[in-house]
T-cell receptor, first 114, second 111 residues
């Protein structure tokens, strides 16, 4: 049973560039959430997707956008990268039968912005 | 964004010792969860608590949901080297889709 898979695992970009991160949820899960984890901090909620719609959004600018596909996989896009966007980006999936807070996380995509 | 306050920030203990850590919030949560993150990995759920005052165990781990719904505690008994990692608490209101995470407690275990 495959867990949550994310790609790429590491990437380096320069300021102003754009990045796309990808996530496949755990088998049987239909809800995908994205979190940003800065060095030494806890994860911060970016947004959650369910039925291909953004269901809730955290306190992140519009430069952060996402998408969910019919197979439940998801992408996170960040435009006009800033140095402060350097972080570990975590994807988490859950079954939607009354989201209880129990999330299954991937290993993350480590983004470095130079 | 909001982060819950965890203490201690880090701990160095000897193998076999018991560990206690806690998490406090200025807001009420209806669910408290504890996750562990190893280097290079995503967080893994350890324990979930759904009711104020609830005490739940998972092997050597015991967690409590504070009666005020603004705090939670995690205890690890008889620590072993594989307990090394960062422990995060997380709160869930039940009316939103997001988890609010704590600042983390880094645990180091010496032999």
């Amino acid at each position: 049973d495959a867990g949550v898979t994310q790609s790429p695992t590491h990437l380096i970009k320069t300021r102003g560039q754009q990045v796309t991160l990808r996530c496949s949820p755990k088998s049987g899960h239909d809800t995908v959430s994205w979190y940003q984890q800065a060095l030494g901090q806890g994860p911060q909620f970016i947004f959650q997707y369910y039925e291909e719609e953004e269901r809730q959004r955290g306190n992140f600018p519009d430069r952060f956008s996402g998408h969910q596909f019919p197979n439940y996989s998801s992408e996170l896009n960040v435009n006009a990268l800033l140095l402060g966007d350097s972080a570990l980006y975590l994807c988490a999936s859950s079954g939607d039968r009354g989201f209880s807070g129990e999330l299954f996380f991937g290993e993350g995509s480590r983004l470095t912005v130079l | 964004g909001q982060q819950l306050n965890q203490s201690p920030q880090s701990m160095f203990i000897q193998e076999g010792e018991d560990v206690s850590m806690n998490c406090t919030s200025s807001s009420i949560f209806n669910t408290w969860l504890w996750y562990k993150q190893d280097p290079g990995e995503g967080p893994v759920l350890l324990i979930a608590l759904y009711k104020a005052g609830e005490l739940t165990s998972n092997g050597r781990l015991t967690a409590q949901f504070g009666i005020t719904r603004k705090d939670s505690f995690l205890n690890i008994s008889a620590s072993i080297p594989s307990d090394v990692g960062i422990y995060f608490c997380a709160g869930f209101t039940g009316t939103a889709s997001k988890l609010t995470f704590g600042t983390g407690t880094r645990l180091q275990v010496t032999l």
